[in-house]
């Protein structure tokens, strides 16, 4: 749905599933739905989904979908910020 621009489809459909089926979303749907944000231009919306994601264990994947979204929307200081997230670094001194 994302892809076709049904972004609040997308997430009904993320959030009606688990319910009807009586199952947990893994950090897979939550990073496709942060990239379905993205493509739909709805960056609030992806960090968002991001921040509850990061909370329950966001992944390698999670990240990349992240930055690189940031990166394509131009906003490259959100985009090193989550790069030192991800690594562990927040609020130690950079070093290069």
Known sequence: ???RRMLDKAFAVAREMPE????KANPQVFT?????????????????????????????????VI???CLKAGKVQEAAELIEDAYGLNGKERVL
């Not at 960056?43 to 994601?53: G, N, S």
């Open 1 to 3: 749905y994302g892809r």
């Open 20 to 23: 009807k089926w009586g199952f």
């Open 32 to 64: 496709c739905l942060i990239s379905a944000c993205f493509l739909n231009n709805n960056l609030d919306r992806a960090f968002q989904v991001f921040q509850e994601l990061r909370e329950n264990g966001a992944d390698f994947k999670s990240y990349n």
């Open 67 to 69: 930055i690189g979204g």
